[in-house]
């Protein structure tokens, strides 16, 4: 059939692929011996993918276990244990309660990790953003994570509003905001576009705040959590280890 779904009791061994509009329940562990396609899979136990895992909005794979496979994209996994992949991750959403490792890259979207998040590099060369969180449970991680989302569409526009305000009157009015500076006729665009980044600066503000809040008084899960990398880390990647919050504007070597 091309879709369905399989419950096991135990242990499930599938040989091939599980493809898009199949659901898997194994109440032991899973072997796969392809990859996730487009699928949603839940395993009471140890999850072992030969191949990759591919997602889409709205499918997820989750392990009470270990989570180990080649690669993944765009896929949300959650596991209890630790998370393994032997090559890289792009533009996923991944949560362990253990640690996460990821032998080449692990690119864009977000990690969660209460131990360990390691990669041979961390983010892309072209700059998407990814988000790093550890010491905390994944349930203040997901947090987190909400308002790095946020954070990133907001200071989109921001970027889109300064570049509209420097095609109007240059770098040096971005500066100094100072509409009189602007040839009569363009004022009244130019008093749009400030208004437009007072407002964007005022929702960041409000972001960071609310993220500090919720990482005061919150005591780290694990206090020795650690992020590491062989590579290198490019930049706009966000951080938040334990208590410490960090985004990084230049590339770093390891």
């Known amino acids: 059939p091309s879709t369905g779904n399989i419950d096991s009791p135990g242990h499930l061994t599938i040989r091939g692929s599980v493809r898009a509009g199949f659901s898997v329940t194994a109440h032991g562990g899973l072997e796969v011996g392809g990859g996730l396609e487009h699928c949603s899979v839940t395993v009471q136990g140890d999850l072992v993918v030969k191949e990759g895992i591919l997602g889409t909005p709205g499918t997820c794979v ?75 449970t994944p349930e203040v991680c997901d947090a987190l994570d909400q308002i790095f989302s946020e954070r990133v569409q907001v200071e989109r526009q921001h970027w889109e509003l300064a570049e509209a305000l420097i095609r109007l009157g240059g770098v040096a009015f971005l500066k100094h905001r100072d509409v009189h500076r602007i040839p009569e006729g363009k004022r009244e665009d130019a008093r749009r576009l400030l208004t437009g980044i007072a407002n964007v600066e005022k929702t960041v503000a409000g972001l960071i705040h609310r993220q500090n809040e919720l990482v005061r008084d919150k005591q780290a899960e694990e206090p020795d959590a650690a992020l590491a990398f062989s590579g290198e880390l490019h930049t706009d990647v966000w951080v938040n280890l334990g208590p410490h919050s960090m985004r990084f504007f230049d590339k770093l070597q390891g």
């Open 62 to 136: 989750q392990a009470s276990g270990t989570v180990t496979a080649r690669y993944a994209e765009n896929a949300r996994i959650l596991c209890g244990k630790d998370l393994l992949l032997e090559r890289s991750a792009m533009h996923c959403q991944l949560t362990a309660r253990g640690s996460i490792y990821v032998s080449g890259n692990l690119i864009s979207g977000s990690a969660v990790a209460c131990k360990r998040i390691e990669a041979r590099n961390l983010g892309s060369p072209i700059g998407t953003p990814l988000h790093l969180c550890l010491g905390y």
